[in-house]
């Protein structure tokens, strides 16, 4: 079945500690591919997106995430977590042949930061 | 600022009350959405709009109705017919281009919640 999943619910690290957010899709041809984040309460924006071209991406407040086609992953990361970075993240595809701007999301990591 | 305004930010519904939420947007996006979101499963697309006087459904449509009457509003009636109404609700927006994904922006949503 057509999916995206977010195998970790949540993950707690300590601030200036690396990061890294799973993202896996099932989906048979790669779709476009999203990394949204969500602060408590608010609506989402959008960190960064891939539709071709090189696998590693970079988006905003300091976070890349990297395309692999042979894993089906698309996996958030950022070197150095700041407090601030505690929300929730969601990974989202938008399929091919499925309506241009159909977004279809994970469930969410929830990322708690300790001081 | 351009942006996507969506009240009240909490609303409370009686049972066999039909309820509406308010998205108004000033970005002079061709396309909105309406999406649920409940712990644990990420967001859920509701309704669509790509034009005025034209929607169609998403994966959740039962139990909810919605107008385009206006480029700038994209209102939600959840009606008394939608069984577990308890949710966060989000709006988005996004410009549409033929042939191309464009992304959404989101409002920071309407939590409603059963009395």
């Known amino acids: 079945a057509q999916s995206v999943t977010q195998p970790d619910i949540h993950i707690t690290v300590s601030e200036g500690a690396s990061l890294e957010l799973r993202c896996n899709y099932s989906y048979g041809a790669t779709p476009y591919l999203f990394w949204y984040v969500q602060s408590p309460g608010q609506g989402l924006q959008l960190l960064l997106k891939?539709?071709?071209?090189?696998?590693l991406v970079q988006g905003i407040k300091g976070f890349e995430a990297e395309f692999k086609r042979s894993q089906s992953s698309f996996n958030l990361r950022k070197p150095s977590v700041h407090w601030s970075d505690a929300a929730e993240y969601f990974c989202?595809?938008?399929?091919?042949?499925?309506?241009?701007?159909?977004?279809?999301f994970g469930a969410g990591t929830r990322l708690a930061v300790h001081p | 600022d351009g942006g996507i305004t969506q009240s009240p930010k909490y609303l409370f519904r009686k049972e066999g009350q039909n309820v509406t939420l308010s998205c108004e947007q000033n970005l002079n996006h061709d396309a909105m959405y309406w999406y649920r979101q409940d712990p644990g499963q990420g967001l859920r697309l509701i309704y669509y709009s790509q034009i005025v006087n034209d929607f169609q459904k998403g994966d959740i449509a039962e139990g909810y109705s919605v107008s385009r009457e206006k480029k700038e509003s994209f209102p939600l009636t959840v009606t008394s017919a939608q069984k577990n109404p308890t949710a966060f609700y989000l709006c988005a927006s996004s410009p549409v281009r033929e042939g191309r994904h464009q992304p959404q922006h989101f409002g920071d949503g309407t939590r409603l919640s059963i009395l």
């Open positions: 989202a595809v938008v399929p091919l042949g499925g309506g241009y701007n159909k977004l279809i």
């Open positions: 891939y539709f071709s071209g090189d696998t």
